[in-house]
Antibody
Framework: EVQLVESGGGLVQPGGSLRLSCAAS????????MHWVRQAPGKGLEYVSA????????YYANSVKGRFTISRDNSKNTLYLQMGSLRAEDMAVYYC?????????????????WGQGTMVTVSS | EIVLTQSPATLSLSPGERATLSCRAS??????LAWYQQKPGQAPRLLIY???NRATGIPARFSGSGSGTDFTLTISSLEPEDFAVYYC??????????FGQGTRLEIK
């Protein structure tokens, strides 16, 4: 079964740090670009970060640039999001998601597999 | 940044009725638009990609149309399980992903 499972969420004080993990199974993780998307309580979806299949290219939303770092370990089939200088507005459910690709592995501009999400609470 | 505006914010319909949801982009996204369904406490589920292609396992009652700046998600005959929040999403390039604010489809 194709699956993504996030972990690492929890309660952290403002200014603190947290590392999220996303464990992939059931597919060739190293062939896919991966993404992080978050959702504040009662709000819509916000795109956070992306990383290419080999880790050579990354992208960050302006709201997290300089504070968050995305990385991956293809030998462990795991995606990471290192979050620092956390603020109240970072409080959200964080989802990892897989790039949808065609049979030639060309990206199709959507996300076909999502994890169940992990909650990050920023509060003193 | 390309802004996606969804309308209406809330749509109240009955099972068996037809639902039409709109997504408008602030500039052309060609056909690089996707639709997702999200139910409470669940992750989003991909319904439509590249404006009109149904994702794997999505029932035929879901269809997408449009190109450029105006897009529509249509649910031909609502089933009880279709009442949820729907988001559109664009990726005009690898780094430029944005989501609409969502349309809540509720039971009338």
């Amino acid at each position: 079964e194709v699956q993504l499972v996030e972990s690492g969420g929890g309660l952290v004080q403002p200014g603190g740090s947290l590392r999220l993990s996303c464990a992939a199974s059931g597919f060739t993780f190293s062939s896919y670009a991966m993404h992080w998307v978050r959702q504040a309580p009662g709000k819509g979806l916000e795109y956070v970060s992306a990383i290419s299949s080999n880790g050579g290219s990354t992208y960050y939303a302006n709201s997290v640039k300089g504070r968050f770092t995305i990385s991956r370990d293809n030998s462990k089939n795991t995606l990471y999001l290192q979050m620092g200088s956390l603020r109240a507005e970072d409080m959200a459910v964080y989802y990892c998601a897989r790039d949808l690709v065609d049979t030639a592995m060309v990206p199709l501009n959507a996300f076909d597999i999502w994890g169940q999400g992990t909650m990050v609470t920023v509060s003193s | 940044e390309i802004v996606l505006t969804q309308s209406p914010a809330t749509l109240s319909l009955s099972p068996g009725e037809r639902a039409t949801l709109s997504c408008r982009a602030s500039q052309s996204v060609s056909s690089y638009l996707a639709w997702y369904q999200q139910k409470p406490g669940q992750a989003p589920r991909l319904l439509i990609y590249d404006a009109s292609n149904r994702a794997t396992g999505i029932p035929a009652r879901f269809s997408g149309s449009g190109s450029g700046t105006d897009f529509t998600l249509t649910i031909s005959s609502l089933e009880p399980e279709d009442f949820a929040v729907y988001y559109c999403q664009q990726r005009s390039n690898w780094s430029g992903v944005t989501f609409g604010q969502g349309t809540r489809l509720e039971i009338k």
